[in-house]
């Protein structure tokens, strides 16, 4: 790879790379900027590109949960709803 060219989702500034990520349009609601950058410490392109991999492929599954969520399924109110539920019980810790 060339060291002129970065690896996916990321940018160079001062020989450090930064990973970046633009937020689509439908989920920037959620967050309070249009686009998520971070350094991803190091100077290395095969080091960057195996952690902005990672980062884009974890942004990617966290948002298609969100459109999930979001979007009229067909069956969905057949889907099974996981609900937290609070345990009252003697000795329960917490009480």
């Known amino acids: 790879m060339s ?17 970046s990520r633009r937020i689509p349009s439908e989920l920037k609601r959620h967050y309070t900027s ?6 991803l410490r190091t100077r ?16 990617d ?3 298609y949960h969100q459109r999930s969520q979001e979007k009229d399924l067909p069956g969905k109110h057949m ?3 996981q609900r937290l539920t609070v345990v009252n019980r003697p000795g329960f810790a917490g009480e």
Request: proline share 7%.
């Open 3 to 19: 060291e002129t060219i970065s690896p996916t989702f990321t940018f160079v500034k001062d020989g450090v790379l930064y990973f």
């Open 44 to 59: 290395s392109p095969k080091v960057a590109e195996a952690r902005a991999r990672r980062a884009a492929d974890q942004l």
């Open 79 to 81: 889907l099974r709803l």
């Open 61 to 63: 599954e966290y948002w």
């Open 34 to 39: 249009p686009r998520i950058a971070y350094s």
